[in-house]
């Protein structure tokens, strides 16, 4: 698939036009290794190396619509992999706080370099710690591996009136924290690799 046709269908999904834009303004291929470049904008996973995956763009989209994603907001991704979602956040909300964490030291540092000129978004490398405490609460939290449950570590990272998206096993759920209060909603239907809680 070319960009022109992952763009095309990404427009028929009816998303909002910041979110489309940012695919369109993002290359995928700078974030794949080099043998998957000719495949980067197909509508798939790709492996990006140490048993990980750039997820599907679809599923990618999916997400970043159930965020409800503006400006100025504080935004965490939790296994930011590649760096390729960052770039998108930042695209969305320029003026947002974008913070990647990372279990994998050489992720970390290879996104760090492809994301270098966003001077948003900080990427950290977390080899025991489950998102970022010293930076909490956080107005969206994404999620970009499958947790078996739904972590209170992250929870708790979460500040009031805000939004996680985050996948447990084949679902997506989007928690919405309200006065203090859960509000959950679940989409079937997923797959990502799993998420390192140890």
Avoid: W
């Amino acid at each position: 698939m070319q960009k022109t046709e992952l763009l095309e269908y990404l427009r028929s999904l009816d998303l909002a036009k910041n979110i489309v834009q940012a695919f369109a303004n993002v290359e995928r291929k700078d974030f794949v290794p080099t043998k998957y470049q000719p495949d980067a904008y197909d509508n798939s996973a790709l492996p990006i190396g140490y048993a990980q995956t750039i997820s599907q763009p679809y599923t990618i989209a999916f997400m970043l619509s159930l965020l409800d994603i503006s400006d100025n907001q504080k935004i965490l991704e939790i296994g930011s992999g590649s760096g390729y979602v960052l770039a998108l956040l930042a695209q969305i909300a320029k003026n947002a706080r974008i913070f990647g964490t990372e279990r994998i030291k050489e992720l970390a540092d290879s996104s760090r370099l492809v994301l270098a000129k966003y001077k948003n978004i900080k990427v950290m490398h977390t080899p025991s710690d489950l998102g970022l405490l010293t930076e909490a609460p956080f107005d969206r939290i994404l999620v970009s591996a499958a947790a078996k449950k739904l972590e209170n570590g992250i929870l708790s990272q979460l500040a009031d009136d805000g939004i996680l998206v985050c996948p447990i096993k084949d679902s997506i759920v989007r928690v919405q924290k309200i006065n203090g209060q859960i509000k959950k909603e679940e989409y079937f239907g997923f797959a990502f690799v799993p998420l390192i809680t140890k």
